[in-house]
C-alpha cells in the first residue's frame, strides 16, 4: 500500500530532467509548493523558458550526466528517453532521493497524485498509477463540490481556531467550539456573500459552547 503524505518543499533544492510538456506540469507544481527548482534538458518549452528567464528556475541546457541527482531533496526523470529516466531512476535509488520517473512507476518512489487546491483546502487523489485518466476525472468531479468559498471557509476557521486555543483553556469546550463551528452553515453563508449573518452565526458558535 502507498503511504500519503503532504510534503514541505519550500527552499528545498528539486531537479526536473526533461523540458517538456509532462516536465512544465511537475515544474509548475513544485514552484508553486516554494522548492528551487533546477531543470536540466537540452531543450524546454516556452512556458519553461519564461520562468527561467523571471529567474524562478535555474536552467542547464544539456543533456542528463550520471551523477547530477546527487544533492537534490526531489527528482523528477520526464525526458521521452526510457534509458535516460532510468539512469536517473537508479541515480536518486542509490542515494535514497525522492524520484517520481513519468514513464515507469515502478522505478519511481512517489507518484504525483491529481490535485485541488482551495487556499488551505488541498485534496490529492490518487489511483496508485492504475489510471491517471481516472483520478484526472475524479479531480474534475470533487472541484465542483468544493468551491472557492473553502479557501475563506478555512483562513477563517484557522483564525477562529488560534482565537480559541488562545482564549479556551479546557480541552473538552475546545472541542465543542471546533465542532459546532465546523457543523454550522459557514460555508453557505461565505458562499452567499451575508457577512453579517456569518458573524452573528461564528459569534454563537463561540458563545454556545461557552455556557
Ligand atoms: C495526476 C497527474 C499528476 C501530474 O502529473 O501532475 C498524473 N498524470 C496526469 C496526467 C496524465 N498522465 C498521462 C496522460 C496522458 C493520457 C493517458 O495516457 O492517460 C495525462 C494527461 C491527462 O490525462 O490529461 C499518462 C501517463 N501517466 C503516467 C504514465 C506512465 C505509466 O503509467 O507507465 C502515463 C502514460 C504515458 C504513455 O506511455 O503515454 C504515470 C503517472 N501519472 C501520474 C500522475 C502518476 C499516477 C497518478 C495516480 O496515482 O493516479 C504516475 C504513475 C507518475 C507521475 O507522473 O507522478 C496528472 C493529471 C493531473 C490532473 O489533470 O489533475
Ligand atoms: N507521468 C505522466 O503524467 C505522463 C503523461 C504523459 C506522458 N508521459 C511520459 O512522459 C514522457 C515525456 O513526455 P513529454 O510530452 O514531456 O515529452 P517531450 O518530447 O515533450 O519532452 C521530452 C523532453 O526530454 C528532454 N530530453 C531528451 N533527452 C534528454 C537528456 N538526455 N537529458 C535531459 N533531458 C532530455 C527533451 O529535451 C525534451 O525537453 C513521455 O515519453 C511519456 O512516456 C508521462
Do not use: H
Amino acid at each position: 500500500m502507498l503511504y500519503p503524505i503532504i510534503l514541505k518543499l519550500e527552499s528545498r533544492p528539486c531537479l526536473v530532467v526533461g523540458g517538456g510538456k509532462v516536465a512544465e506540469r511537475k515544474v509548475n507544481s513544485l514552484v508553486d509548493a516554494g522548492a528551487k527548482v533546477a531543470v536540466i534538458s537540452p531543450m524546454i518549452t516556452e512556458n519553461i523558458q519564461k520562468w527561467v528567464d523571471q529567474g524562478t528556475v535555474r536552467y542547464q541546457g544539456r543533456g542528463y550526466q550520471e551523477g547530477d541527482a546527487a544533492g537534490y531533496f526531489l527528482v523528477v526523470a520526464a525526458t521521452d528517453l526510457q534509458e535516460v529516466n532510468d539512469l536517473v531512476t537508479r541515480d536518486c535509488n542509490q542515494r535514497n532521493i525522492l524520484i517520481n520517473t513519468v514513464d515507469n512507476p515502478e522505478g519511481s518512489n512517489f507518484y504525483v497524485p491529481a490535485t485541488i487546491r482551495r487556499g488551505d483546502l488541498q485534496i490529492a487523489i490518487s489511483t496508485g498509477g492504475a489510471s491517471p485518466a481516472v483520478a484526472r476525472r475524479i479531480r474534475q468531479s470533487l472541484e465542483v463540490q468544493f468551491g472557492e468559498e473553502y479557501g475563506e471557509f478555512l483562513t477563517l476557521m484557522a483564525r477562529l481556531r488560534e482565537q480559541v486555543l488562545r482564549e479556551v483553556p479546557c480541552p473538552v469546550r475546545r472541542k465543542a467550539i471546533f465542532d459546532s463551528l465546523a457543523d454550522a452553515d459557514l460555508l453557505e453563508l461565505i458562499k452567499c456573500g451575508e457577512e453579517k449573518r456569518l458573524k452573528e452565526r461564528v459569534a454563537q458558535c463561540l458563545s454556545s459552547s461557552l455556557d
